[in-house]
C-alpha cells in the first residue's frame, strides 16, 4: 500500500468513518455510482450494509476492504460475486477519496486484492467494468494489468440512468481447478 494507509478488512466499527467519507465525496462520485438512499451516509445505514458485508463474507461470496489512513477511512475496494467450480471467477469494485486521488492507492489495492484472489482464494480471473469515460479507473486497471475484453450495452444503473460499461479481465493463472 501507499506510505501512511493500510489496506484491511472492513467491520462494523468503520460504520462512522465510512459514512463521513461517503458523505465528503458524495457530489465527486455520483457519476459513478447508483443513486443511495439518505440512510446511506449515516452510521446506521453504514452499520447495516457492512452487516450485508460480513454475511457474503462469511458466505464465500465477497471479500470487502477498507482504506485506512490511521483511522479514517480514505477508500474502498470489494472482491465479490466470488463463484469458485469451473469458473473460479471475481468481480471487484474500489472508490479513493477525492482528496487522496492520483497518489497510487487504487491501484496498490487492486494489486494487493489481485494477489490475495490468486494465492488465497485460488481464483483463475478478475473482472472489472467501468464507465466508457471513466478513464481514471481504466488507468488504474491497465496498471494492474487487466485487459478490455468486451462492451456491454445498458450493463449497469449508475446516476439514474442505465449505463454501457466497458468490461475488463485479469487471468491470474492457468492452474485447473482443485482436485482436478
Ligand atoms: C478511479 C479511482 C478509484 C482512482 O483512484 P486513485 O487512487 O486516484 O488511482 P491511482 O492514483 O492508483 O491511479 C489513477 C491513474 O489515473 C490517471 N488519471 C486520473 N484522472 C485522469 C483523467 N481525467 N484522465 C486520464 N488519466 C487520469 C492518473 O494519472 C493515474 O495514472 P498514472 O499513474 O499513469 O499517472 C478514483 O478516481 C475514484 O474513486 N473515482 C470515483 C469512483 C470510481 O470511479 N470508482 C471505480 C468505478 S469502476
Redesign the pocket.
Known amino acids: 500500500m501507499i506510505d501512511g494507509v493500510e489496506m484491511r478488512g472492513v467491520t462494523v466499527d468503520d460504520a462512522a468513518g465510512l459514512a463521513g467519507a461517503l458523505a465528503r465525496n458524495r457530489a465527486y462520485?455520483a457519476p459513478?455510482e447508483p443513486r443511495r438512499p439518505e440512510e446511506f451516509y449515516t452510521e446506521a445505514g453504514q452499520r447495516e450494509r457492512i452487516g450485508a458485508l460480513l454475511a457474503d463474507r462469511d458466505g464465500g461470496r465477497l471479500l470487502p476492504f477498507v482504506l485506512v489512513a490511521g483511522d479514517t477511512p480514505v477508500g474502498a475496494i470489494n472482491l465479490g460475486s466470488i463463484a469458485l467450480g469451473p469458473f473460479r471467477s471475481g468481480g471487484v469494485?474500489?472508490?479513493?477519496d477525492r482528496a487522496?486521488?492520483?497518489?497510487?492507492?487504487?491501484?496498490a489495492a487492486l494489486r494487493e486484492v489481485c494477489r490475495i484472489a490468486r494465492d488465497e482464494v485460488g481464483l483463475h480471473r478478475i473482472e472489472?467494468?467501468?464507465l466508457v469515460d471513466?478513464?481514471?479507473?481504466q488507468?488504474?486497471l491497465a496498471?494492474v494489468g487487466f485487459e478490455r475484453f468486451g462492451l456491454a450495452p445498458r450493463y449497469l444503473h449508475i446516476d439514474g440512468a442505465w449505463r454501457d460499461h466497458r468490461l475488463f479481465q485479469l487471468l491470474l493463472h492457468d492452474n485447473p481447478p482443485d482436485g482436478v
Not at 469494485?93 to 479513493?96: F, I, L, R
Request: proline share 0%; aromatic share 16%; hydrophobic share 45%.
Open positions: 462520485m459513478y469494485g474500489y472508490w479513493v487522496w486521488a492520483g497518489k497510487g492507492l487504487a491501484t472489472a467494468g467501468t471513466n478513464v481514471a479507473s488507468r488504474v496498471k
